[in-house]
């Protein structure tokens, strides 16, 4: 038996629910599906095996390339967890998501979670998410899958959400401004390679999925996304994301 995480975490944010989930399970190794020209790992799953799917959700669903990268793996039957982290809003229709691409990938799913992390777009909603009493919630939410996973119990729950959605994009390029230094890291960091090696400052809309790595790792701020956007946006959504919404677990 052995234990995986498999990861996409353009701003840390998953990645973080993700520890909590499984800092009691033994041995995780982790692969890292938000890295650039991503391939495969020379890695056999095993129906034994327990391993933990974290994704973000983005308007409502997990990312394209995320998925597109979840299914180029084997799963062989290996026993899966399902955690969708949003920015406080909802996770609509993102688990069922997840769920059909695992099962296209051949893993089982056991378990589901919903959490809440920062906002990766709109920072004024869950900030400092997840915090201590979320990891401690997450902790126990990953032992319980953990007991499920070892009883040998291989029932999946009923996962909310509409299956085979389509994706959706937000269509928000961040821009680039006049401090910036050239350094490249925006464009090594990028999880789909929107960013030009030739030219910082282009980035492929075709390519671009907001997900806001290359905003959080500039050292200099010099990318963002529109002010304005992000002001009317937050407004809009201001009464549906400021309360503070619940960690859940599907078992």
């Known amino acids: 038996m052995n234990c995986f995480q498999l990861i996409f975490s353009p701003?840390?944010?998953?990645?973080?629910?993700?520890?909590?989930?499984?800092?009691?399970?033994?041995?995780?190794?982790?692969?890292?599906?938000?890295v650039q020209n991503f391939t495969a790992p020379a890695i056999s799953f095993h129906e034994n095996d327990l391993v933990l799917i974290a994704l973000p959700v983005f308007e409502g669903m997990?990312?394209?390339p995320a998925l597109d990268r979840l299914a180029l793996l084997q799963g062989n039957?290996?026993?899966?967890?399902?955690?969708?982290?949003?920015?406080?809003?909802?996770?609509?229709?993102?688990?069922?998501?997840?769920?059909?691409?695992?099962?296209?990938?051949?893993?089982?799913?056991?378990?589901?979670?919903?959490?809440?992390?920062?906002?990766?777009?709109?920072p004024a909603f869950a900030i400092g998410r997840p915090d201590a009493a979320d990891c401690q919630q997450l902790a126990d939410f990953g032992k319980q899958?953990?007991?499920?996973?070892?009883?040998?119990?291989r029932t999946c729950p009923p996962i909310p959400g509409e299956h085979n959605c389509k994706e959706k994009r937000a269509g928000l390029i961040p821009t680039v401004a006049v401090n910036c230094t050239s350094c490249g890291l925006c464009a090594q960091a990028c999880p789909v390679g929107a960013i030009s090696y030739d030219d910082f400052t282009i980035t492929d809309p075709a390519k671009c999925i907001t997900c806001m790595r290359c905003v959080s790792?500039?050292?200099?701020?010099?990318?963002?996304?529109?002010?304005?956007?992000?002001?009317?946006v937050t407004a809009f959504l201001k009464d549906l994301c400021s309360d503070r919404k619940h960690n859940t677990l599907i078992l």
Not at 19 to 33: E, G, H
Not at 86 to 106: I, K, S, T, W
Not at 217 to 232: E, F, L, Q, Y
């Open 11 to 34: 701003t840390g944010g998953t990645e973080r629910v993700a520890k909590a989930l499984t800092q009691n399970w033994p041995a995780v190794q982790t692969i890292d599906l938000s």
């Open 62 to 64: 997990a990312p394209q």
């Open 77 to 122: 039957g290996a026993r899966c967890a399902l955690a969708a982290v949003y920015g406080n809003r909802a996770v609509d229709n993102a688990l069922a998501q997840m769920e059909d691409h695992a099962r296209n990938a051949g893993f089982h799913p056991i378990a589901a979670v919903s959490a809440v992390a920062a906002h990766s777009l709109l």
């Open 145 to 153: 899958i953990f007991e499920k996973f070892s009883s040998g119990i």
């Open 217 to 232: 790792r500039c050292p200099v701020h010099a990318r963002s996304v529109d002010s304005a956007v992000v002001t009317r």
